[in-house]
């Protein structure tokens, strides 16, 4: 069959020629297409909002960052955090943060919702790399359910990668221990008014 | 079967095969140069062509590039200027992140606001970086400018006029109409001297990208419109050669 199929392209090096170009040409077309769906906005910061909270009313507040808090934050991100606020939603015990970290070049906005110190939700509401969009599909987000936030500021259960989005990864991991991180400070300042 | 050194082998295939070396003899370097610049094209964003700014005095006025005075907003006794990169400074200090260009930029209690490309960016009233609001917080898209009346602070664009209260996180219609508005907005002036010269050393000023110039070479539209149809004459003589070289494979077999 090998042989046949050499021959083929001995007697017609011109058609073996163009179904190269053909075929290489539909790759490339195809890597395209995958790069362009990589990034968008996904969902609005209202409607990730909403769908947290659902039909119950939610309270907008404000968490401004003391120096203490930055030093915190500054050890989960690995690098200090740009604004002196950060605004939540707060729903009794429920919490829901956006929030934005660099993956390789631009930001990548992400919603957590965390009720009772443990992560209900991770959603990535805007992704703006070529690559490694692969984040935002709920069988990689599903991982962070129930995940909390260790003494050390690192996620209380293990995160499964993903090949070639591995600074993508570790950005919604960053987040999702700097929300669970705020949601305690939150929480204590309310156990302390 | 029929080649070359037998006597069947005919003169127009002689004649092909010399007028096949001539043409590839004059196309060879550009030909190498397109498929070169061709292939750098392609692979534009991993090789970062694009962040590669060439600021060369000579290629600048080629391009009738000038280095446009530096332009800010006064507000509040504060100068709001942008760095034409990415970020925004105040009276000299590089205060936030900001993408160009900077729109607009009032004040009222609350503090300093900025209107970047894509995003409203708070300051405290001495000018550090509170918050950014963009899009995806629910702020207005295409927003032409701020103002503010009464203290309250308004999102132009061209046909609607918002409320926005920073504080309260909240977006409403604006009671007066847009183009009452759009007069109160700060208008955008020329530096002092002394923040123009601090940003011309923050700044690499105008210039040109890596890709822009090797896209422009590639097209030929370097060198104008006698460049674009000396790159389609090059084309031609390239289908030519492809042709006079089918020829010659078809002759010798």
Same mark, same amino acid.
């Given at each position: 069959?090998?042989?046949?199929?050499?021959?083929?392209?001995?007697?017609?090096?011109?058609?073996?020629?163009?179904?190269?170009?053909?075929?290489?040409?539909?790759? =490339?077309?195809?890597?395209?297409?995958?790069?362009?769906?990589?990034?968008?906005?996904?969902?609005?910061?209202?409607?990730?909002?909403?769908?947290?909270?659902?039909?119950?009313?939610?309270?907008?507040?404000?968490?401004?960052?003391?120096?203490?808090?930055?030093?915190?934050?500054?050890?989960?991100?690995?690098?200090?955090?740009?604004?002196?606020?950060?605004?939540?939603?707060?729903?009794?015990?429920?919490?829901?943060?956006?929030?934005?970290?660099?993956?390789?070049?631009?930001?990548?906005?992400?919603?957590? =919702?965390?009720?009772?110190?443990?992560?209900?939700?991770?959603?990535?509401?805007?992704?703006?790399?070529?690559?490694?969009?692969?984040?935002?599909?709920?069988?990689?987000?599903?991982?962070?359910?129930?995940?909390?936030?260790?003494?050390?500021?690192?996620?209380?259960?293990?995160?499964?990668?993903?090949?070639?989005?591995?600074?993508?990864?570790?950005?919604?991991?960053?987040?999702?221990?700097?929300?669970?991180?705020?949601?305690?400070?939150?929480?204590?300042?309310?156990?302390?008014? | 079967?029929?080649?070359?050194?037998?006597?069947?082998? +005919?003169?127009?295939?002689?004649?092909?095969?010399?007028?096949?070396?001539?043409?590839?003899?004059?196309?060879?370097?550009?030909?190498?140069?397109?498929?070169? +610049?061709?292939?750098?094209?392609?692979?534009?964003?991993? /090789?970062?062509?694009?962040?590669?700014?060439?600021?060369?005095?000579?290629?600048?006025?080629?391009?009738?590039?000038?280095?446009?005075?530096?332009?800010?907003?006064?507000?509040?006794?504060?100068?709001?200027?942008?760095?034409?990169?990415?970020?925004?400074?105040?009276?000299?200090?590089?205060?936030?992140?900001?993408?160009?260009?900077?729109?607009?930029?009032?004040?009222?209690?609350?503090?300093?606001?900025?209107?970047?490309?894509?995003?409203?960016?708070?300051?405290?009233?001495?000018?550090?970086?509170?918050?950014?609001?963009?899009?995806?917080?629910? /702020?207005?898209?295409?927003?032409?400018?701020?103002?503010?009346?009464?203290?309250?602070?308004? /999102?132009?664009?061209? +046909?609607?006029?918002?409320?926005?209260?920073?504080?309260?996180?909240?977006?409403?219609?604006?009671?007066?109409?847009?183009?009452? /508005?759009?007069?109160?907005?700060?208008?955008?002036?020329?530096?002092?001297?002394?923040?123009?010269?601090?940003?011309?050393?923050?700044? +690499?000023?105008?210039?040109?990208?890596?890709?822009?110039?090797?896209?422009?070479?590639?097209?030929?539209?370097?060198?104008?419109?006698?460049?674009?149809?000396?790159?389609?004459?090059?084309?031609?003589?390239?289908?030519?050669?492809?042709?006079?070289?089918?020829?010659?494979?078809?002759?010798?077999?």
């Amino acid at each position: 069959m090998r042989r046949q199929t050499s021959a083929a392209a001995d007697r017609y090096p011109a058609a073996a020629f163009l179904s190269l170009i053909i075929g290489l040409t539909l790759s =490339m077309t195809s890597l395209a297409a995958a790069t362009t769906a990589a990034r968008g906005v996904f969902q609005s910061g209202p409607d990730f909002i909403a769908e947290c909270f659902a039909s119950q009313p939610s309270e907008k507040k404000t968490l401004w960052l003391t120096d203490e808090l930055r030093e915190q934050v500054s050890k989960i991100l690995g690098h200090p955090i740009a604004g002196l606020r950060v605004r939540y939603h707060q729903n009794g015990s429920k919490t829901a943060w956006i929030l934005e970290e660099i993956g390789k070049e631009m930001p990548i906005t992400i919603g957590v =919702m965390v009720d009772n110190h443990t992560i209900q939700q991770v959603k990535i509401l805007a992704y703006r790399e070529s690559r490694g969009g692969e984040v935002r599909y709920p069988a990689y987000t599903r991982q962070y359910q129930g995940a909390s936030l260790k003494p050390d500021l690192s996620l209380s259960q293990s995160i499964d990668g993903i090949t070639g989005a591995t600074l993508s990864v570790w950005a919604v991991n960053k987040v999702a221990a700097l929300a669970l991180y705020f949601d305690g400070v939150v929480t204590q300042q309310r156990t302390d008014a | 079967m029929t080649n070359k050194t037998s006597p069947t082998f +005919s003169h127009s295939a002689r004649t092909n095969i010399l007028w096949h070396r001539r043409l590839g003899l004059s196309v060879f370097l550009l030909l190498i140069f397109l498929a070169i +610049s061709g292939f750098a094209l392609n692979h534009s964003p991993a /090789l970062k062509l694009n962040q590669i700014a060439l600021s060369n005095n000579w290629l600048l006025s080629w391009y009738g590039l000038e280095k446009a005075p530096a332009k800010g907003f006064q507000v509040d006794g504060q100068w709001l200027y942008h760095n034409g990169d990415a970020e925004l400074f105040v009276d000299g200090t590089e205060a936030a992140p900001c993408r160009a260009p900077l729109l607009s930029a009032a004040a009222n209690d609350n503090g300093l606001f900025a209107l970047c490309a894509d995003s409203l960016v708070m300051l405290t009233p001495q000018g550090q970086f509170v918050e950014q609001f963009s899009a995806i917080d629910g /702020l207005p898209t295409a927003l032409q400018g701020l103002a503010v009346v009464d203290n309250r602070l308004y /999102l132009i664009n061209e +046909s609607i006029a918002a409320e926005f209260d920073p504080e309260r996180w909240s977006i409403s219609p604006a009671p007066m109409a847009v183009d009452k /508005l759009a007069r109160s907005q700060q208008a955008m002036a020329t530096l002092p001297q002394a923040l123009a010269q601090q940003l011309e050393q923050h700044q +690499s000023g105008p210039s040109i990208s890596l890709e822009t110039v090797i896209l422009d070479l590639h097209s030929g539209r370097f060198f104008g419109q006698f460049g674009v149809l000396f790159i389609d004459l090059i084309g031609i003589l390239i289908c030519i050669l492809s042709i006079t070289g089918l020829i010659a494979w078809i002759n010798r077999r």
